[in-house]
């Protein structure tokens, strides 16, 4: 599975942008997709995640009512958008695939359960 980060960018606080992963090698219907974001000198965190059926989402704290996650399966695309931006927004923002599936809805927030990784996209947010 390749993945392709688009769509970063600079923005000033309370505007949006809208990121794009897209993806070959396998169809996102059979992958668990998410975006991690990585802050300059912090970890790689994780930001949203979205279902193989897209019938369930999870956000971190900080961006749920901001950030959302959605997909396009026929282009095989994976989206998030953000609005209502604010500077601690600004990180490298990375998709990732995840082949396992799980009981429920629970879905994957740890790095080291996502397989596939995309390059990343720089997202800066000026206040």
């Known amino acids: 599975v390749q993945l392709q980060a688009s769509g970063g960018g600079l923005v000033q606080a309370g505007g949006s942008l809208r990121l794009s992963c897209a993806a070959s090698?396998?169809?996102?219907?059979?992958?668990?997709m998410g975006w991690f974001r990585q802050a300059p000198g912090k970890e790689r965190t994780f930001v949203a995640a979205?279902?193989?059926?897209?019938?369930?989402?999870f956000y971190l704290d900080s961006v749920k009512g901001r950030f959302t996650i959605s997909r396009d399966t026929a282009k095989n695309t994976v989206f998030l958008q953000m609005d209502r931006m604010k500077p601690e927004d600004t990180a490298v923002y990375y998709c990732?695939?995840?082949?396992?599936?799980?009981?429920?809805?629970?879905?994957?927030?740890?790095?080291?359960?996502?397989?596939?990784w995309g390059q990343g996209t720089q997202v800066t947010v000026s206040s």
């Open positions: 090698g396998r169809a996102i219907s059979n992958l668990i």
């Open positions: 979205i279902s193989r059926s897209a019938d369930s989402t």
């Open positions: 990732a695939a995840e082949r396992a599936q799980y009981s429920g809805s629970y879905l994957p927030r740890t790095r080291n359960l996502y397989d596939y």
